[in-house]
């Protein structure tokens, strides 16, 4: 089970860094959100996926059974963080877009103001 | 256990939430945004003392037992530093009010400052590596709204950028941590130190140290990483770049030494001799930029990051003189930086321009404020007495007594290019002939210059004074160099 969450978060960081490296903001916050995905799922991972029961002391439930609850408080916290990244960051693209006329990366390089 | 070392956390956090209530009224905005880090002030030198007579104070919320619960750690470097980013934060208010706007201050300037003091203040308090990317975020959630604050075009250009840099390093700190919690299965750091040493797989745990000296790298600014530093910081007003300038950058650098001293110190050989590369690296790419560019904004802008190598040049070193010149420096640096963004944005004002070609001859008509320059401009390059000079002696120091002398050597022909890129602000601006200025009444003037010049004061007595700091910075460096002081102090609740 490792093996494939380990391959599927490696194909959410391709897709992530092949949108982030696109001239469009939007594919850009799209491949932010795939990226931030990517990292949670590894977290998950980490942690080790073993473990079927809820990690509550109770009757016959010996230590190898519990599922490992810190992963999941990491995972989230880290999903509501990139959750409110994200809308503020689409927000701040639809601002800038209405300010400069463009979501294109290429003409917001700004390297005219300094010379 | 006492909760002090929290009240430096909670309190900016309380009074951004009730500033919050009543955005338009802007008296009651100031005031209560004043008081609200006066409350802070106080609460850090409360907290100072009590480090400084009883030692490393500890909180484990929940009052769950320490590896378990959530730390906060209080130690005499962290302390520290929470108490000159609060003294940083309090004079860039007094500045901000005659210089933000009111527009700016009626859409909650106040709060966005008070809670990156939060998140500054808890990323240099927490003893656990998920909460300070907890902080970190925090901290990066209210600069996010500081940079593009009032919505110009340059910064809402330049905030895109800044948040797609910092979206990737924090994805990458959350990766790092995973590894790091697979490896060890605990996120302590005092829990850290006692596990790491144990592990005989020497060799992953140098690949997540370096993984996590490239996330920090990305706060810290350190080279190849801080190619979004001099643009993005271009952007914001004055005030919001001091604080960014003399705040942000400082986490990081906060981060690396202290990871980099408590516990990824398993493979020194290979992770601090590529940090004292890296350190030296940054140097030189600062003064290449602190040198190129006639725009004052900028030649500070990458000033820090000069700094930022110096800094970690010592922590590199891991000997008693580099990691307390280190700590020296970097409270100095908190300070100087400040003030110099301060000084540098009263000449823009004055100027109309923050372009050196087109100033010309103030030191007729602003003796005072000349002088005060050119005493910033000497304490950044560290001319004795001032407060540049003990911290980078110190750190000159540990590099001859570590293996880097190269690197010292490095520092010491800097420092002129240092000096060289802040007097020809001097230069330009005070000497030859003068220009047309802008016409500023004085009373606006007076309520620019007096915090600035306190700030520039208070960074005179940290240097002229430094005998009676340096039992502190030693305090602070003892428990860097001896983790167990630390870990004895978390473990043992």
């Not at chain 1, 391959?7 to 960081?13: H, Q, R, S, Y």
């Not at chain 1, 992963?71 to 693209?93: E, G, H, M, R, W």
């Not at chain 2, 927490?126 to 940079?147: P, Q």
């Amino acid at each position: 089970m490792e093996i494939v969450m380990s391959v599927a978060i490696g194909l959410l960081f391709m897709a992530a860094v092949y949108l982030m490296l696109s001239k469009s903001l939007i594919r850009i916050i799209i491949g932010t959100g795939l990226l931030s995905h990517g990292a949670h799922l590894l977290l998950l991972t980490m942690g080790g996926l073993g473990g079927t029961a809820p990690p509550v002391v109770a009757d016959g439930v010996t230590v190898s059974d519990y599922a490992d609850p810190l992963p999941q408080a990491l995972i989230l916290t880290a999903i509501v963080i990139s959750f409110a990244v994200t809308s503020f960051f689409l927000v701040l693209a639809y601002r800038a877009y209405q300010e400069l006329g463009t979501d294109n990366m290429e003409l917001l390089r700004g390297t005219e103001d300094y010379e | 256990m006492s909760n002090l070392a929290l009240f430096p956390v909670v309190i900016p956090l309380i009074f951004a939430a009730i500033l919050m209530l009543f955005p338009k009224k802007l008296h009651m905005q100031r005031a209560v945004a004043i008081g609200g880090v006066a409350a802070t002030l106080a609460s850090a030198l409360v907290l100072f003392s009590k480090v400084s007579n009883d030692g490393v104070q500890a909180v484990t919320l929940g009052s769950w037992p320490a590896p378990f619960g959530i730390s906060m750690v209080s130690d005499m470097f962290s302390v520290l530093l929470v108490l000159s980013s609060t003294i940083v934060t309090l004079f860039v208010l007094f500045y901000s009010i005659p210089t933000i706007g009111v527009k700016r201050e009626q859409s909650f300037y106040y709060p966005a400052v008070l809670f990156l003091m939060t998140g500054v203040n808890g990323a240099f308090t927490t003893g656990d590596i998920f909460n300070l990317f907890v902080f970190i975020e925090v901290l990066l959630m209210a600069s996010y709204a500081l940079i593009v604050h009032g919505g110009e075009k340059p910064q809402l250009r330049e905030s895109i950028k800044y948040l797609l840099v910092n979206i990737i390093s924090s994805a990458l700190f959350v990766s790092a941590v995973a590894y790091l919690y697979s490896v060890t299965g605990t996120l302590n750091m005092a829990d850290l130190a006692v596990k790491i040493p144990q592990i005989e797989a020497v060799g992953i745990l140098t690949v997540i140290a370096v993984l996590f000296l490239v996330v920090f790298g990305f706060k810290a600014a350190i080279f190849p990483l801080y190619f979004w530093l001099p643009g993005s910081y271009f952007a914001p007003p004055m005030a919001i770049l001091a604080l960014f300038g003399a705040l942000l950058t400082k986490v990081g650098v906060y981060a690396i030494m202290r990871t980099y001293t408590l516990f990824f110190t398993m493979n020194t050989g290979f992770t601090h001799e590529l940090l004292a590369i890296i350190a030296i690296l940054t140097i030189l790419a600062g003064c290449v930029g602190a040198l190129a560019y006639f725009d004052v904004k900028k030649i500070i802008i990458y000033n820090i990051i000069i700094a930022v190598g110096v800094i970690l040049f010592g922590i590199s070193q891991m000997n008693a003189a580099g990691v307390e010149g280190s700590i020296f420096y970097l409270v100095h640096d908190m300070l100087i930086k400040a003030a110099l963004f301060l000084l540098v944005g009263i000449l823009t004002v004055i100027f109309g321009t923050s372009d050196l070609r087109k100033m010309g001859g103030l030191i007729k008509s602003y003796p005072l404020f000349g002088w005060t320059f050119l005493v910033a401009a000497f304490g950044l390059a560290g001319i004795p007495p001032l407060s540049g000079f003990p911290g980078k002696l110190l750190i000159v120091q540990g590099g001859f007594e570590g293996t880097h002398f190269w690197g010292s050597l490095v520092i010491l022909a800097t420092s002129l290019l240092v000096l060289l890129s802040v007097v020809r602000i001097f230069i330009y601006a005070f000497w030859g002939e003068p220009v047309k200025i802008v016409t500023i009444d004085r009373k606006h003037y007076l309520s620019m210059f007096v915090p600035t010049a306190i700030l520039v004061a208070l960074t005179v007595f940290l240097g002229a004074g430094a005998e009676l700091f340096m039992p502190f910075v030693s305090d602070a460096g003892e428990v860097l160099l001896n983790p167990s002081l630390y870990i004895d102090a978390v473990l043992k609740e």
